[in-house]
């Protein structure tokens, strides 16, 4: 009996982190996708910093990243959606993302580098609140948004060399 409970909790936790991983995967194709023209036209364009990665780098590395935080966040959300602190992590989590893809859209779809600016400096606030929240719940989870953090960091790094250099 023991063990069947056990298979049916495996089961649903892997479920949700599914789910997770293909909403995170499907915002961050969406911003991809309503950006792509300006990043192959006016993005390149553009001044930029001596640090600046290679176009190929991005995608890679927005997948990897997208990846974590849905498993992330279903690892949260296996927890108990009931529990008044899972919510509020998760919308933590939910309202990061939107500015997650409101940052893409802003800096390539309106081509408005200082906008995105102010856009990825409430996405950080945001991302710290959201691993302050994941840590209540699950460390594990929280730990798996740092790599996420910190690329965000130097995006935002980037965003502000951009934004200088034009």
């Known amino acids: 009996m023991s063990r069947h409970i056990n298979f049916h909790m ?7 982190i599914i789910i997770s991983v293909a909403v995170c995967l499907l915002i961050g194709f969406l911003s991809g996708f309503a950006t792509q023209s300006s990043v192959n036209d ?25 990846v974590l935080m849905g498993v992330a966040a279903g690892i949260v959300w296996h927890k108990g959606f009931y529990h008044k602190w899972v919510k509020t992590a998760l919308y933590h989590f939910g309202f990061q993302l939107l ?22 400096l ?11 929240w994941f840590m209540i719940v699950s460390k594990g989870a929280a730990y798996l948004l740092i790599p996420y953090l910190l690329w965000v960091c130097f995006a935002t790094l980037l965003n502000y060399k951009i934004w200088e250099l034009n």
Not at 10 to 16: A, E, G, M, S, V
């Open 42 to 66: 006016w993005y390149v364009t553009l001044n930029k910093p001596s640090f600046n990665p290679p176009n190929w780098v991005f995608a890679p590395v927005w997948t990897l990243l997208y």
């Open 122 to 132: 409430i996405l950080i606030a945001l991302i710290l609140l959201t691993i302050k």
């Open 10 to 16: 495996n089961q649903k936790l892997t479920i949700r």
């Open 99 to 120: 500015f997650n893809a409101l940052w893409s859209i802003v800096f390539f779809g309106f081509m408005q580098p200082l906008w995105a600016l102010f856009i990825i």
